[in-house]
């Protein structure tokens, strides 16, 4: 019964994935490429590439890709809502637990410190992307030829804009994707 | 707040509109939650944002469903969760459905190519303002604990590739351990 295959799978990379993003990508290679072989690594490699090019995450963009491959539709939407069940359990009962005790004080030391922990997080986080967006080879480098002009004039400018005007983040980045869109076919390579 | 279809439908497009943009993973979209859902709709406050950041973050499963689930059931219950979930879920499913019946085409267009070094930037770019954000809120209280944990957690996670759950562990620590009942006030505010 391959939809119970799926489902079984993917509940435990969902069940399994602490830490976001890569940390899953090994589960996920171990379950859909060593164990049930469901695609090839090369495949696998692919659809890593196409989860950096499309929105959403990693597990899910896998689960829907692998499910469409091994069970038609039904598959992809099986694959998916098993990923995503083990996180609606657990994340309702630390919920529940958050509202009912975040006036305890011993809960409000823990979470106040973990809130600068956070932003210095995210900070890091975005350190990654501009490095990546500025550095083709993913590389920092002072050399001027490896840096991209480009991704630094739209990385600039929406910033100033954000700051300045408060626009809309979504915009923001729609308009400097088709700057980009522009900017590259343009120039061609 | 008033839970009646017009709520739902605002969250849902909310939601849909930020995971068919949260390009480069799980800290992008909590950036684009909070210029959302804190900043613009006013839906929940910087507090319970970080909150809801640490919880999705320390939990398994990807960052954006979980954080996704927390905010849908914050603002309307358990229907607002299931809201929230279907909104976050939909992209990613679409476009990797469609993709796996051929994506090598995507891989080699040129103008696709140049979009996706725009939003890049352009990603980089909300990232850092949500961060300056967070850190002017973090400093504002002039607490030397709070500055050195960002400090530290930042340095820990960008030099040193040290795994986010030993970094939010220590903070757990050092959370319980520092804050005092006044220095908590002062942190709250």
Known sequence: MIYLELFWAFFKIGLFSIGGGYAALPLIQEQIVDKYHWITPEVYADVITISQMTPGPIAINSATFVGVKVGGPLGAVVATLAFILPSVIIISIIGYLYYKYRKLSVLKSVLTGLRPAVVGLIASAGISIIILSFWKSGQVSLNLGDINIFSVIVFASSLFVMRKYKSNPILIMSIAGLAGGFFYSIIGR | ?189
């Open chain 2, 1 to 189: 707040m008033k839970r009646d279809l017009k709520l739902y439908i605002k969250l849902f497009i909310a939601s849909f509109q930020l995971s068919a943009f949260t390009f480069g993973g799980g800290y992008v979209m909590i950036s684009l939650m909070r210029k959302k859902f804190v900043d613009k709709f006013e839906w929940l406050d910087e507090n319970e944002m970080l909150d809801f950041t640490v919880i999705a973050q320390s939990s398994p499963g990807a960052i954006a469903i979980n954080a996704s689930i927390l905010i849908g059931y914050r603002v309307a219950g358990i229907l607002g969760a299931a809201t929230t979930i279907l909104a976050t879920v939909l992209p990613p499913f679409i476009i990797i459905y469609i993709i796996s019946f051929g994506y090598s085409a995507l891989e080699n267009n040129m103008i696709f190519q140049g979009m996706l070094r725009g939003m890049q930037a352009g990603v980089a770019a909300v990232l850092c303002d949500v961060v300056i954000g967070m850190a002017k809120s973090v400093l504002k209280n002039k607490l030397i604990i709070s500055m050195s944990i960002m400090l530290s957690a930042f340095i820990a996670a960008t030099f040193f590739n040290v795994n986010v759950i030993y970094i939010i562990i220590v903070g757990i620590f050092l959370g319980s351990l520092l804050y005092t009942e006044k220095t908590v006030y002062k942190g709250e505010k």
